[in-house]
T-cell receptor, first 115, second 114 residues
Framework: GAGVSQTPSNKVTEKGKYVELRCDPI?????LYWYRQSLGQGPEFLIYFQGTGAADDSGLPNDRFFAVRPEGSVSTLKIQRTERGDSAVYLCASSLQADNTGELFFGEGSRLTVL | AQSVTQLGSHVSVSEGALVLLRCNYSSSVPPYLFWYVQYPNQGLQLLLK??????LVKGINGFEAEFKKSETSFHLTKPSAHMSDAAEYFCAVSVNTGGFKTIFGAGTRLFVKA
């Protein structure tokens, strides 16, 4: 696609439920990133992938959060047993490895609200 | 590990006035530095980037930033603010450790008064 696509754009769920957020990166971009942005804050790093593997998952807050990228393209961020504190905008970005500067191209985000 | 500090969560300027948004970084290796802008109800987009070439970097919409290693700063400026510049601005630092991990500052919201 022309840009990074994230679905759903909005998700409202109840505490304790399971949620999946999807990211479709720019075609050809080998690196994919997940960030979380709370109100009034900057994007907080969660995890990034180089191809299919998670190169750095040090930002995942706890074991309720998990992300996959099985074919090196689309990625899914999975949140188990959601808590009200998980409410935020989840941003996905992709990057062209050959660019060699780390410039990120962002989607518009998935806004998660946990009631 | 790298980090970014943006001084001032809110900055207000009059239309036509100088815009100065401050950013200081910390990095143990030579960094790449970025400014991203987020307009209301839109995703983040790149404004400009420093990648170890020229220390004065020009970006879109008349913005520029100067990398000062001695001050570990990368402040964003624009000579004359326009109403359309009202947005949230994020400074970010990235280092190449076999891949890139980009860390963002908390952001500065720019208000432009008529």
């Amino acid at each position: 696609g022309a840009g990074v696509s994230q679905t759903p754009s909005n998700k409202v769920t109840e505490k304790g439920k399971y949620v999946e957020l999807r990211c479709d990166p720019i075609s050809g971009h080998t690196a994919l990133y997940w960030y979380r942005q709370s109100l009034g804050q900057g994007p907080e790093f969660l995890i990034y992938f180089q191809g299919t593997g998670a190169a750095d998952d040090s930002g995942l807050p706890n074991d309720r959060f998990f992300a996959v990228r099985p074919e090196g393209s689309v990625s899914t961020l999975k949140i188990q047993r959601t808590e009200r504190g998980d409410s935020a905008v989840y941003l996905c970005a992709s990057s062209l490895q050959a660019d060699n500067t780390g410039e990120l191209f962002f989607g518009e985000g998935s806004r998660l609200t946990v009631l | 590990a790298q980090s970014v500090t943006q001084l001032g969560s809110h900055v207000s300027v009059s239309e036509g006035a100088l815009v100065l948004l401050r950013c200081n970084y910390s990095s143990s290796v030579p960094p790449y530095l970025f400014w991203y802008v987020q307009y209301p109800n839109q995703g983040l987009q790149l404004l400009l980037k420093y990648t170890s070439a020229a220390t004065l970097v020009k970006g879109i919409n008349g913005f520029e930033a100067e990398f000062k290693k001695s001050e570990t700063s990368f402040h964003l400026t624009k000579p004359s603010a326009h109403m359309s510049d009202a947005a949230e601005y994020f400074c970010a630092v990235s280092v190449n450790t076999g891949g890139f991990k980009t860390i963002f500052g908390a952001g500065t919201r720019l208000f432009v008064k008529a």
